[in-house]
């Protein structure tokens, strides 16, 4: 598992969940990690 993980972090591919994962660590109070939990339900990362 840790190894497909390197692996995707050299090739510079991210999955979506991570992406998200990061945007939410990037919260700086709860009002914004609500507002941004809205953002992604509402579609922000998904592929279009």
């Known amino acids: 598992m840790k190894f497909a ?3 995707r972090s050299l ?3 991210e999955t979506q969940q991570t992406r ?3 945007y ?3 919260s ?3 009002a914004d990690l609500e507002r941004r939990q809205r ?3 509402r ?3 998904r592929q279009r």
């Open 28 to 30: 700086v109070s709860m």
């Open 43 to 45: 579609g922000m990362f």
């Open 5 to 7: 993980k390197t692996i």
């Open 20 to 22: 998200e994962h990061r």
């Open 11 to 13: 090739l510079g591919s």
């Open 24 to 26: 939410l660590d990037q």
């Open 39 to 41: 953002e992604i339900d």
